[in-house]
């Protein structure tokens, strides 16, 4: 089960901690060690072209993994040199993985979808797919919550389509 209370938790003492370092009562010395999503690693290695390896990085498929969709973005090891961020071919992930994957890409696919068309079915069968939402009843609850609760954001949903 997730962990929605400690997360609620996490986020609100996060939204203290850079009030106070904005504020100048926390400092902000503990932030010269963060962990890094290692942009910086990749800009610099496309500015040297030294062909800089990265384990991970985040690209249009374009057969690395031959068994996803081609224009999906994957994760594969990289290599970074002034032509950009180049990936490591993988070859073919074992059949369960790879369906487990493509099951995320349609997914993920069906967000954006519903998310520019405004379409709430759409949504709702984005929902229905998440392997996190076992009820369809319940996926219809949370669609139904969340677009209430960010309506100012997402008048796209409004006004049609209701479930």
Not at 89 to 117: F, H, S
């Amino acid at each position: 089960m997730y962990p929605l209370e400690s997360s609620a938790n996490d986020r609100n003492k996060m939204w203290d901690d850079i009030k106070e370092m904005a504020e100048g009562t926390k400092s902000i010395d503990h932030l010269r060690k963060v962990h890094t999503e290692r942009s910086e690693l990749i800009m610099a290695g496309i500015v040297s072209n030294q062909g800089e390896y990265e384990p991970a990085i985040n690209i249009p498929n374009h057969g690395y993994i031959e068994n996803l969709p081609y224009n999906a973005i994957v994760e594969v090891p990289g290599i970074i040199n002034s032509q950009g961020a180049n990936g490591v071919i993988i070859g073919k992930l074992p059949d369960p993985v790879a369906e487990l994957c493509r099951r995320q890409i349609t997914l993920a696919e069906l967000v954006v979808e519903a998310a520019v068309k405004g379409d709430r079915d759409i949504a709702l069968q984005a929902l229905a797919l998440d392997p996190m939402v076992d009820d369809p009843k319940i996926a219809k609850d949370i669609l139904n919550d969340y677009l209430e609760a960010e309506k100012e954001y997402l008048p796209q949903f409004f006004g049609k389509n209701l479930l």
